[in-house]
């Protein structure tokens, strides 16, 4: 089974600045597909980025960009030029890419509070 | 509709009491996802359903759940004989058949039991 890692369950960081939040993850597959996630007090869950495991490039969304290291099974997102609207939680998820089943499901870290300051 | 809606938004209930929580997906959505969100925790996965296929009930932690999805749209999650262990975020999730379909979320329902 897959399993998620997030190890910083709150981070801080000042409004302009450039913060990142480190994900790791276990499994035996070679293709699958990564996501962070950001809920916001609202609770709905807001896809913020995705990352397919056979692509070597990383992927960008604006302020939004993440180091994919599939060797060391690491996804971690950076948030550049933070805003006082990033605050929120964010969860990094894994899913296979093995078609049929449960493989569709999304498997999640435990979820990093992020705080911007003023 | 414009995204996928979850009612009711909080539910208190008392403990042994059943209750039903309600997700209606995104119009043309085959794919159907329950998560659960205790506190302090990350989502864990309940069921999906998809199209007409059996649903994977994999997740749920325990007989008292169950979850069933009318006409491949709207679906129900039913918890019987509530705990206070049930307490949680339920959010339900939506997309289109495909590995690298997007998921859609609800807003979840918030059921505390008392």
């Given amino acids: ?118 | 509709g414009a995204g996928v809606s979850q009612s009711p938004s909080n539910k208190v209930t008392e403990k042994g009491k059943d209750v039903e929580l309600r997700c209606d997906p995104i119009s043309g959505h085959t794919a159907l996802y329950w998560y659960r969100q205790s506190l302090g925790q990350g989502l864990e996965f309940l069921i999906y359903f998809q199209g007409n296929s059996a649903p994977d009930k994999s997740g749920l932690p325990s007989d008292r759940f169950s979850a069933e999805r009318t006409g491949g749209s709207v679906s129900t999650l039913t918890i019987q004989r509530t705990q206070q262990e049930d307490s949680a975020v339920y959010l339900c999730a939506s997309s289109f058949q495909g590995v690298i379909a997007e998921a859609f979320f609800g807003q979840g329902t918030r059921l505390t039991v008392v």
Avoid: H
């Fill in chain 1, 1 to 118: 089974a897959q399993t998620v890692t997030q190890s910083q369950p709150e981070m801080s960081v000042q409004e302009a600045e450039t913060v990142t939040l480190s994900c790791t993850y276990d499994t035996s597959e070679s293709d699958y597909y990564l996501f962070w996630y950001k809920q916001p007090p609202s609770r709905q869950m807001i896809l913020v980025i995705r990352q397919e495991a056979y692509k070597q490039q990383n992927a960008t969304e604006n302020r939004f960009s993440v180091n994919f290291q599939k060797a060391a099974k690491s996804f971690s997102l950076k948030i550049s030029d933070s805003q006082l609207g990033d605050a929120a939680m964010y969860f990094c998820a894994y899913r296979s890419a093995i078609r049929g089943g449960s493989n569709y499901k999304l498997t999640f870290g435990k979820g990093t509070l992020l705080t911007v300051n003023p």
